[in-house]
């Protein structure tokens, strides 16, 4: 089994940034890719941002340009940083990744707000 533990999320003024965190543990031999999702109130979730264990990304249009997908291979942890929120951000944003012979793991959730 794999767990994925998000943090960083939280309410914040509309420009502002936050960074999100999911660190992986538990029975890890291999990581492909790691993402987040978003689920925005009354709608399906939706892919914000990927990377491959190569380190090629991909954003939705939505979010390029002002966020940020990162990972850190040797702490089996995946980043997020957030600049120029806008309050059509707000959601629970939750982080993803394809483990070992492609099992696919989400973490929890954690709800970004951003005030406008």
């Known amino acids: 089994q794999v767990q994925l533990v998000e943090s960083g999320g939280g309410l914040v003024q509309a420009g502002g940034s936050l960074r999100l965190s999911c660190a992986a543990s538990?029975?890890?031999?291999?990581?492909?890719?790691m993402g987040w999702y978003r689920q925005l109130p009354g709608k399906q979730r939706e892919l914000v941002a990927d990377i491959t264990s190569s380190g090629i990304t991909n954003y939705a249009d939505s979010v390029k340009g002002r966020f940020t997908i990162s990972r850190d291979n040797a702490k089996n942890t995946v980043y997020l940083q957030m600049n120029s929120l806008k309050p059509e951000d707000t959601a629970v944003y939750s982080c993803?990744?394809?483990?070992?012979?492609?099992?696919?793991?989400w973490g929890q959730g954690t709800q970004v707000t951003v005030s406008s």
């Open positions: 993803t990744g394809v483990f070992n012979r492609g099992a696919r793991y």
């Open positions: 538990g029975s890890i031999f291999s990581i492909n890719a």
